[in-house]
């Protein structure tokens, strides 16, 4: 009689096999676990694929501002190693830091960053990916590229359906020398918006920034992190915006309040959250859209749009349905 | 010696009998003048602007061409034209204004050469949310002239502007003179509207939402997986202020340096373009050169006749030997950067200032505004040189591929040296982000005879593609793949081919869009 998956999966992994989770320790290993997973007879075995052991540093390029490492290193580990090298990820909303770069890159916020011009593009500048045929895909290895689709948005916010990314290179720049606070107050949410939304814009980076309603007031903390003389052209880009849109330069007076939950929100969502009188911490600010932190748990319900396209696409990628992924 | 032939002596094969059916059944759809069956239709849709094909022409061979011309005018018209090809089987090759440089639209298969000019509506812009929607037809410079009047810009500024689509824009992820600032195309689309291979209209939707963006995926797609009808798309207000600056730097590496420091200091210069030394030397001149003014007696038959013959004689002779060219040009040193800055007035100014800074930090000297004021009274002149070029007998081509900062020299040195012996070369860097920046060659050659020229343009582009890939760069930066650089696609995606398979799959069933491009 030959050995069911299960006893198969014990062999080969030992101890890194327990309930349903494995824990592949490198590229080999995952591809092995797939073959072996292709090779079940009937529906696929319900197995989570854990790949925090993919925890190295493959490389830092300091010229090129690139870190590459394991998709199961945590955001804040990646950090740590970059700092070393006079680089940084730039400020991370505080769920993010925990999150290893592949759950960051895969997940709902779909490993997005801002960039000046209030821009959102993926901090991931390439990804390397396990398909579910244990076939291996490396997206281009350049800032940008025109050859062909952006086959690496398939894996970006995709839940692992289509591919498990390995690694991943990073990118980071160097290390602010200089943070820059500016707290505004303005009359409507909305001047508020627009004043941030278009010192965005102009080309400022806000690190990050508290939003709440102060009497009659909507107020604004920004944090500018940069260059000596960045962070302060930034703060100063704000300020000149603020005062188109009715905005005035107040004394801090920051409120206690927690946070309960993260999400990524339109910015109408935002105007609508202060003139209800809610707090919000702001993070990965771009024109288009935030990330946002609520003193409430419940979140809008986010479509997700293509659900057929993707599932077709996906039996087209990997008949026997291996990748579950999340969704 | 080149002879050229003309036009009027092509002969192009008949259309395919289910082509004249497809014809039929379309003019019921679109009306009778919106299909054409003419060969003169069907010849203007049978190239873009790749210089193979040019060369083809000049020897009298046409390029594949379609077997009928559609234009229609909604989207819905586009599916009926997907529907009708898809009951035939016969190939859509989307055509936007022709000005791919990669054979992107040539009709490898004949089919439907599907004409998107006609989808024309440009909307009003969304101030408070900084957007505007447009029809994939939209020649760019009537985009950003409809925009400029509204206040608004979409900075987005290619070389062929006065001849290229948005839709193409999609299809090619294009790239504007200003997108340090301003970003690529794929960084501006905020949502997309398009007709599948399917027939079936998918719209993306904008941020936020959940899962993958198929936006991203559909981009770069060159027509292979769907046709864009519509996109939204990011837009600011018009430039308050510029600021422009000339560097000049010793040599390549300091010049180079000097880019990735202003991207390292988080500033975005609109503009920022180096030459390498001959190309500095050939059009980094701040005052063009005033043509004399010769009376109309004199001047036609000196230029229409015994200019170009002087030239074709020439030509061989200094482009037929390239090294010694090469060599040549390597007697020049010094490199121009040049800088434009743009936006609100006084970071505009601040920008600048610390631009230069960095640069007299790196090595570099300040030249003033007037290089870079120059360059952006001419900036679009350049494309429409290399006609010139091809009419004394030589081939002109232009290799755009984008590495990290780390490998941009290496990258460089290895092309120049693979192309040494092959053609002419010119580089200049530009489209620089934190990470690295684009290399942008241009490449001039002559190989006597006419079958010798497509033997020498072939040798040369997979060498160069080879070298620069080999030493880090990828593929494309902002032109895009079509036939010229399918196989070297194929090698470059790997085993992740089999996701482009996939999608073709899902969103192309029949196969019948753009076949053939993209390695599919």
Redesign the interface.
């Known amino acids: 009689m030959s050995p069911t998956t299960r006893e198969r999966l014990a062999v080969q992994f030992g101890a890194r096999f327990a309930g349903d989770t494995v824990r592949p320790s490198s590229e080999d290993e995952l591809c092995a676990l797939l073959s072996t997973l292709r090779e079940q007879q009937g529906p696929p075995l319900p197995i989570r694929i854990d790949r925090s052991l993919f925890d190295s540093v493959l490389s830092v390029?300091p010229?090129?501002?690139?870190v590459e490492v394991g998709a199961g290193m945590t955001l804040e580990a990646v950090e740590r190693v970059a700092k070393g090298h006079g680089l940084t990820l730039g400020t991370l909303n505080p769920g993010a830091r925990p999150q290893r770069v592949g759950e960051f890159l895969e997940g709902?916020c779909?490993g997005l960053r801002a960039v000046?011009?209030g821009?959102?593009?993926p901090l991931a500048?390439s990804v390397r990916?396990v398909?579910a045929?244990g076939?291996?895909?490396?997206?281009?290895?350049?800032?940008?590229?025109?050859?062909?689709?952006?086959?690496e948005?398939?894996?970006?916010?995709?839940?692992g359906r289509?591919?498990l990314i390995v690694s991943a290179q990073l990118?980071c720049?160097?290390v602010p020398t200089r943070t820059e606070d500016v707290t505004l107050a303005f009359p409507t949410p909305t001047d508020l918006v627009?004043a941030l939304?278009?010192a965005l814009?102009?080309?400022a980076?806000i690190a990050e920034a508290q939003l709440y309603r102060r009497a009659s007031a909507h107020v604004v903390h920004a944090r500018f992190a940069?260059?000596e003389?960045?962070a302060v052209?930034d703060a100063?880009?704000l300020a000149?915006r603020a005062s188109a849109h009715q905005g005035r330069l107040t004394d801090p007076d920051l409120p206690s309040w927690s946070a309960r939950s993260e999400?990524?929100?339109?910015?109408a969502e935002v105007i609508a959250a202060l003139a209800a009188g809610r707090p919000l911490r702001l993070y990965r600010l771009a024109?288009?859209?935030v990330w946002a932190e609520l003193d409430t748990a419940e979140a809008p319900e986010?479509?997700?749009?293509?659900a057929a396209?993707?599932s077709?696409?996906?039996r087209?990628?990997d008949p026997a349905l291996l990748l579950g992924g999340e969704? | 010696m080149t002879s050229v032939t003309p036009v009027s002596a092509l002969k192009l094969p008949a259309p395919g009998a289910v082509a004249q059916v497809a014809a039929t059944e379309l003019a019921r759809v679109l009306g009778p003048a919106q299909v054409s069956l003419r060969d003169e239709d069907r010849l203007s849709y049978a190239r873009d602007m790749w210089p193979k094909a040019l060369l083809w022409i000049r020897q009298g061979k046409i390029p594949p061409p379609p077997d009928l011309v559609a234009w229609p005018a909604s989207e819905a018209e586009v599916a009926a034209v997907i529907a009708v090809a898809r009951a035939h089987k016969l190939a859509v090759v989307p055509f936007g204004a022709g000005s791919g440089v990669c054979g992107g639209t040539i009709a490898l298969r004949g089919g439907i050469a599907l004409d998107l000019k006609r989808l024309e509506t440009i909307g009003r812009v969304d101030p408070d949310n900084l957007w505007v929607e447009v029809d994939a037809g939209v020649i760019g410079e009537v985009l950003e002239r409809n925009l400029n009047e509204q206040g608004y810009t979409l900075g987005h500024f290619p070389s062929s502007i006065y001849m290229s689509t948005v839709g193409g824009w999609l299809a090619a992820r294009s790239a504007g003179q200003l997108s340090n600032k301003y970003g690529k195309i794929e960084d501006m689309v905020l949502s997309l509207r398009a007709v599948t291979g399917a027939g079936e209209v998918v719209e993306t939707p904008q941020r936020p939402f959940s899962g993958p963006d198929l936006g991203q995926v559909l981009l770069g797609s060159e027509g292979t997986l769907c046709v864009f009808t519509r996109v939204r798309l990011r837009v600011h207000p018009v430039a308050q202020h510029r600021a422009f600056r000339g560097m000049r730097f010793k040599t390549v590496e300091a010049g180079v340096e000097a880019m990735r420091l202003l991207f390292a200091a988080g500033l975005r210069p609109a503009v920022v373009r180096l030459y390498d030394p001959f190309d500095t030397a050939l059009v980094g001149k701040e005052k063009p050169k005033k043509k004399k003014d010769l009376a109309p007696s004199l001047r036609n038959p000196l230029r229409a006749d015994l200019l170009p013959a002087a030239l074709r004689k020439l030509t061989p002779l200094t482009l037929g030997h390239p090294s010694l060219m090469n060599r040549a040009a390597d007697l020049f040193q010094h490199c121009r950067m040049i800088l434009m800055f743009e936006g609100e007035p006084r970071r505009t100014q601040e920008e600048a200032l610390e631009a230069v800074r960095l640069c007299e930090k790196a090595g570099g000297h300040d030249e003033g505004e007037a290089p870079g004021r120059a360059w952006f009274k001419k900036r679009y002149d350049v494309s429409y040189k290399m006609s010139k070029v091809v009419d004394a007998g030589a081939f002109a081509d232009t290799m755009e591929v984008a590495a990290t900062w780390d490998r941009v020299l290496p990258v460089y040195e290895a092309v120049r040296e693979a192309a040494a012996g092959l053609a002419f070369v010119l580089c200049h860097f530009s489209h620089a982000y934190p990470e690295g920046c684009s290399l942008y060659f241009s490449l001039v050659s002559s190989a006597g005879s006419e079958a010798n020229q497509e033997k020498r343009y072939d040798t040369l582009w997979e060498t160069i593609l080879e070298a620069a890939t080999g030493a880090g760069a990828n593929v494309s930066h902002h032109h895009g793949v079509g036939v010229l650089k399918a196989a070297q696609l194929a090698r470059e995606l790997g085993d992740g081919r089999r996701l482009l398979l996939a999608l073709k799959g899902a969103l192309d069933p029949d196969g019948i869009l753009n076949p053939g491009k993209l390695s599919l």
């Open positions: 390029s010229r090129s501002g690139l709902p779909a000046p011009g821009r959102l593009e500048m990916v398909l045929n076939q291996v895909y490396r997206s281009p290895n350049a800032p940008r590229s025109a050859a062909g689709p952006g086959l948005s398939l894996f970006f916010g995709g839940g289509l591919g990118r720049g160097p627009q939304r278009y814009d102009d080309g980076v940069g260059t003389a960045g052209k100063n880009t000149r999400r990524e929100l339109a910015w024109v288009e859209t986010r479509i997700r749009p293509h396209l993707w077709a696409v996906a087209l990628a969704g």
